[in-house]
């Protein structure tokens, strides 16, 4: 009988996904586009601080970041009507082709000689206007083609090409600057964008449109499905908790280095670097948790993930904290995949984008607000003292899920389990 590692790569949960003859088509312009991406977030800060006027450089870095993704939020409910209903790719493709045209005009103005940074706010934030539809589209096109079982790893193929983007994208974005300019970057960035958006359109069958009554639907026909759904409105919660819980991490760490640590920039860099590798590693674990079940799992990362950071709120020696850094983004990457596939198990393919896009119009908001909150949460008790209430807050966080969930499982009758187990092995 053949082994495991003879049979490889067809024993790989990831085979079905990269294998399959639509999506094996539309991975490469994802990998391609995630790769701008995540070259366009140094380019989109350093080209801000080039714009701004000279002692207002912190304020439009703020403002530009939040423009590149704040404004999904506000396209979730303004398309609403006009994208429900829509399938997978088309919402993908014209995200990819809203992102392309925004983004390509900024090195159009700057050749211009009309770019300001007033006029480059509202070109990343027109970019960003049907990003929630764009990623809502990606996995509900996963759910289109391929069986509830393959769900977990083709999020997790998702996941891993976002990881290697963010490792990879911000030191090469560093080397483009240093050659040509931000504004260049931005153009690459778009460029891949334009790719990804003849993927969607040339690689794969063209769909119907929407029926009229999905035109005519509720704007915030999404936000009805989930409250409607204990099930999905339990979980958006404990992903706005989880990442709101994180938010105050970005503005503690490098006061915690700088004041606690007297390190320079370099270590931020190396903890960061460090999050980023083990993020990478755990979106290539996330596949093999399909036989798992997926509700205990999402719940048990943010238990996990909260007792990982706990080192780095209790003043620990950075060589046991760095290593228990990288195990929280390990531990972090998996949640996303695991996520989607309880949405995608959840929810019809038909309501699925627009549910997408309101947990996502919800999530984008969530970290930024939970920055917000880490300014003066540390003015008031101090970095190293906000990571250790992060870390506690987000463990409470976890276990008043974990009980929620086992009290629910308990009301249910035998017959009602046994319902839901069978259909979570479908």
Do not use: K
Request: glycine share 12%; charged share 10%.
């Amino acid at each position: 009988m053949p082994s495991d590692a003879a049979r490889f790569p067809r024993s790989s949960p990831y085979w079905p996904v990269v294998s399959h003859p639509l999506l094996r088509r539309v991975l490469p312009g994802l990998a391609v586009s995630a790769l701008g991406d995540g070259m366009a977030v140094v380019a989109v800060t350093w080209l801000a601080i080039q714009l701004a006027p000279h002692g207002q450089r912190g304020t439009w870095i703020a403002v530009a970041m939040a423009a590149y993704t704040l404004p999904s939020a506000a396209g979730t409910v303004v398309f609403g009507r006009l994208l429900r209903g829509r399938s997978g790719a088309q919402l993908a493709g014209w995200d990819a082709i809203l992102r392309a045209s925004a983004l390509a005009a900024i090195p159009l103005a700057h050749l211009a000689g009309v770019l300001t940074i007033g006029l480059y706010v509202i070109l990343l934030a027109a970019s960003a206007l049907l990003h929630s539809w764009g990623s809502a589209g990606r996995f509900t096109l996963i759910a289109e083609v391929l069986p509830e079982r393959h769900h977990l790893p083709a999020n997790a193929v998702l996941g891993t090409i976002g990881g290697f983007a963010t490792i990879v994208g911000p030191p090469l974005a560093g080397i483009l600057i240093g050659w040509a300019g931000p504004v260049w970057v931005i153009a690459v960035d778009a460029a891949t964008f334009a790719a990804l958006a003849l993927t969607y359109r040339f690689a794969l069958p063209a769909t119907g449109r929407a029926t009229g009554h999905e035109r005519g639907a509720s704007r915030t026909a999404g936000f009805a499905v989930i409250r409607h759904n204990p099930a999905l409105l339990g979980l958006l919660a404990l992903s706005l908790g989880f990442f709101f819980l994180f938010g105050p991490v970005y503005v503690a760490m490098p006061i915690h280095i700088t004041d606690d640590l007297h390190a320079s920039a370099t270590l931020l860099g190396v903890y960061y670097t460090a999050f980023g590798v083990g993020g990478l590693v755990g979106s290539l674990v996330a596949g093999h948790l399909r036989h798992l079940p997926l509700r205990a799992t999402t719940i048990g990362i943010v238990v996990a993930f909260g007792v990982a950071m706990l080192p780095l709120g209790l003043g620990v020696p950075v060589g046991l904290s760095l290593p228990a850094f990288a195990l929280a983004g390990l531990i972090w990457a998996p949640y996303m995949s695991t996520s989607m596939a309880l949405f995608q198990r959840s929810t019809s393919t038909v309501q699925l984008p627009a549910v997408l896009a309101a947990n996502g119009a919800i999530l984008v908001l969530a970290v930024p607000l939970g920055t917000m909150l880490g300014g003066p949460l540390v003015g008031a008790i101090g970095a190293r003292p906000t990571l250790l209430f992060c870390a506690t807050a987000i463990v409470t966080l976890g276990l008043i899920a974990g009980g929620i969930a086992i009290s629910r499982r308990s009301a249910r009758s035998p017959g009602d389990s046994a319902v839901t187990e069978i259909s979570a092995s479908r």
